[in-house]
Structures are given as C-alpha cells and as structure tokens.
C-alpha cells in the first residue's frame, strides 16, 4: 500500500507518538523511510534573529541534535532511514520533501496552540493538507514504550 513514508519529526510528545505509530507503519510495509525535521523559519523566529543574532543557528543545532536521535532510534529498529533537516514553514517544507521523495503518505503529530503560539511558531497542520499530494496520517494515540517495542519486535519477526 505505502513504498514512501515522510514522517515529520519535532521533538515535541505529539511528534515522538507520531514517530512510534509511523514506524510501525512503515515496518509493517516495509517501507522507504524519510525523517525530517524542520526548523521554524516563521515572523516570530525571524524577528528574534533580528533583535539577537544566532538564534537560527541555535534552532537549527537543536533540530539537528532532535532528529539525530530519532534517526538513531529508527535504526536500531532496523530501518535505514534519510534523516532531512530544513528550515522555513512546516507545511511549505514538509510538502516539498513530499513531492521530491515521491510520498505515499506524510506522518505528522498533532497537538494544540493557542493563537500566540500559532502566530510565533506557525500553524503546521492548518495548512499542510493544501502543501501535499499524497495521504497524511495524524497520529494522536499514545504508545506506551512496552506497547511500541513488543510491535516493533513482532513486526521484525514478520
């Protein structure tokens, strides 16, 4: 069903479900697996360069660090995974990786905002559907860690 699957990582509680829950997926079809974070370039962030330089660099250093250690944990699962890290819009960004991996379907978390944090950090699931062309899985159930290594091994012994 799925070759290609996107899954867009950010470090928050909402992406670590979205990674368990995509991963399995991906296992269970066996899959080609992208790993992308993607560092906020939005007003907010932009203005906050401005006022004190390096604060891009900062973000970008701690995205890098966020998906080298979900890459990691995608290996030791068995996966190959291309790890991607970019900056600028989430959505913008995670529908151009789409397009250019040739996606099944992208794996995204959830979780809410007020409209402050919408405003400084950018509304990524508002307008992510509009920036794909392929399916997008919203994954909201929680994985317990005993839960996610007994399907990670049943599905490596599949």
């Given at each position: 069903m799925y070759r290609r699957i996107l899954l867009a990582y950010d470090g928050s509680l909402e992406g670590a479900l979205a990674l368990r829950e995509g991963a399995l997926?991906?296992?269970?079809?066996?899959?080609?697996?992208?790993?992308?974070?993607?560092?906020?370039?939005?007003?907010?962030?932009?203005?906050?360069?401005?006022?004190?330089?390096?604060?891009?660099?900062?973000?970008?250093?701690?995205?890098?660090?966020?998906?080298?250690?979900?890459?990691?944990?995608?290996?030791?699962?068995?996966?190959?995974?291309?790890?991607?890290l970019e900056c600028g819009e989430p959505a913008q960004i995670i529908g151009v990786v789409a397009a250019e991996m040739g996606?099944?379907?992208?794996?995204?978390?959830?979780?809410?905002?007020?409209?402050?944090?919408?405003?400084?950090?950018?509304?990524?699931?508002?307008s992510l559907i509009d920036h794909v062309d392929c399916s997008v899985l919203v994954c909201r159930n929680p994985i317990s860690d005993e839960a996610f290594e007994a399907a990670a091994r049943a599905n490596a012994e599949a």
């Open positions: 997926l991906a296992k269970a079809c066996c899959c080609e697996v992208v790993l992308l974070s993607v560092a906020p370039g939005t007003p907010g962030v932009q203005m906050a360069e401005a006022v004190q330089g390096g604060v891009i660099a900062q973000l970008l250093d701690s995205q890098r660090q966020l998906l080298d250690r979900a890459c990691a944990r995608l290996t030791q699962l068995g996966f190959a995974p291309i790890a991607r996606a099944d379907l992208v794996v995204v978390g959830h979780h809410e905002q007020s409209m402050l944090s919408r405003w400084w950090s950018g509304s990524t699931d508002a």
